[in-house]
């Protein structure tokens, strides 16, 4: 039996009578940028409604003379640095900056030494820990207010539970909040306390970063507790204890709450920083002066982006290196 097949179309190719596949539309350039911009437009408009604005009406005010009636109507006059320069010449500017000096060292170093003891003694682990580092975690947890109003108590002259113990041992009386000599101490005491929860939450997860073996091997070596703190321990958290420091000193310069609670800035300016200063000009008298509380603001934002940026080349540095 013979087949007759269809004769192919003179001249054609093989396969000629079959359609190419349809190609498919492939995603071009802009639109993985729209998707780009689509994610990051949540964030810009954060960025922009909490940060950009504020800053810009800070410095906005802290050029303008802002009287109540200047800030309802919005016809502020404009004089430039002046308020700047009233700051820098006023009486409390200096004692202002050194308290600010002083409160903020002194915080941050003891929060951060003591948080670091605790974070390395409770690295050992033993049965109480998870639950002693809660207990260390609740003055973080605590509002503010009530913290600061806590220690207001205990450090009443009076009938406060710190004179009532130093009395049982025979001691003298102290007037920690109404005498000029002790009145920023006893703030700094009160918000070292509040910041030691920090330094411990985050140099003890630093701490779990530390493979175990190389304390194994230095162990094996001959090195005891203190050579392993200082060889190991404390170079190996270098990173982390750096953006601690950093986060410790932002924080700390802001600090209103704990000092105006506890003295309002007293006695006289005896524990007055620069955060209490701008915000007692603003809302701490019946007659609030908005522009030099705005640059007094605008002074410790400069000097949190100084640190920052000094933060950023010492980073830089060590990648490098």
Known sequence: MTTTE???TAGAPPGADRQPPTPRRRRGPAVSQWAAVGFAAPLLVYLILFYVYPLWRNIDLSVHDYTIRAFVQGNAEFVGFEKYAEVFSSSTFPTALWNTA????VSIVFQYAIGLALAVFFRSGFRLSGLLRAMFLVPW??????????W???LNSDNGIVNSVLAAF???QINWLTSPDTALLSVTIANIWLGIPFNLVILYSGLQNIPGEVYEAASLDGAGPWKQFWSITFPLLRPVSAITLLLGLIYTLKVVDVIWIMTTGGPGDASTTLAIWSYREA???GQPDFSPAAAVGNLLILIALVFGFLHLQLQRRQEDS
């Open 102 to 105: 002083v409160f903020t060292v």
């Open 170 to 172: 025979g001691a003298e």
């Open 152 to 154: 207001s108590w205990m």
């Open 283 to 285: 809302f701490g008298t």
């Open 141 to 150: 947890l605590l509002p503010l207010i009530v913290s600061a109003s806590t």
């Open 6 to 8: 269809a004769p192919a």
